[in-house]
């Protein structure tokens, strides 16, 4: 496979997230009153940025709270976002091994810019990546390739000189999209068949699998 640089996609492929995620959302929907999910099933709702998540946690007949919603969902997630969430094993060594290996490093996420950088550098530190771009207000978020293609363009590479690793079909569409190989992560928050139905070019278990792969 192509092995200049790896995008990765960030929750459910790098940083496990979801307690925190979930915990966010509960909180917001009590202060409504309204049902709270699930870990399980809020790994359903994430992928399609914020926004999508507030909407998808609303009963149909409160689609008119989504913007409260989010809002608090978002103030609640800035002050608690390291409070359960972990690397996946295996995760910072790999992605120490791959720089080392001279492979260049990026993260493409539909996660809020701001709280996405703060999460990318509290468990990797600063440097490690080259550039860690999230959701904003000016740019369209995954599965349009455009953003994705920009990363391409800032590293003076080709869409052959990369792959993407993430673990939804959101993912594995924008991989499609901009041109560029996919490589499926099955530890995440979707599962082997939605990342198969996708598209998927290979499927792993494990982050240790991508330097055989790539490096």
Request: hydrophobic content about 45%; aromatic content about 6%; charged content about 25%.
């Amino acid at each position: 496979m192509p092995n200049r640089a790896v995008i990765f996609d960030l929750d459910g492929t790098l940083v496990n997230t979801l307690e925190d995620l979930t915990a966010a959302i509960n909180a917001a929907l009590g202060h409504f009153s309204l049902p709270e999910h699930s870990a399980q099933a809020c790994k359903m709702m994430i992928g399609n940025g914020a926004k999508r998540f507030a909407e998808r946690a609303l009963p149909a007949d409160r689609q008119d709270l989504a913007e409260k919603l989010l809002a608090l969902t978002r103030e609640y997630y800035r002050d608690n976002c390291f409070k359960y969430s972990r690397l996946y094993d295996g995760m910072g060594e790999t992605v120490t091994q791959l720089r080392q290996k001279g492979i260049r490093l990026a993260v493409l996420t539909n996660k809020d810019q701001v709280v996405a950088g703060r999460i990318v550098e509290h468990f990797f530190g600063t440097g490690a990546f080259e550039s860690v771009i999230g959701a904003a207000q000016d740019r369209l978020i995954k599965p349009d390739p455009g953003t994705t293609l920009g990363i391409v363009e800032s590293m003076g590479l080709t869409s052959d000189d990369l792959v993407f690793v993430g673990d939804s079909a959101v993912d594995i569409k924008t991989a499609l999209a901009a041109g560029i190989r996919s490589i499926g992560a099955a530890w995440g928050f979707r599962g082997r068949d939605e990342l198969k139905a996708a598209g998927a070019h290979i499927i792993i278990d494990s982050p240790r699998e991508i330097l055989d792969l790539v490096a």
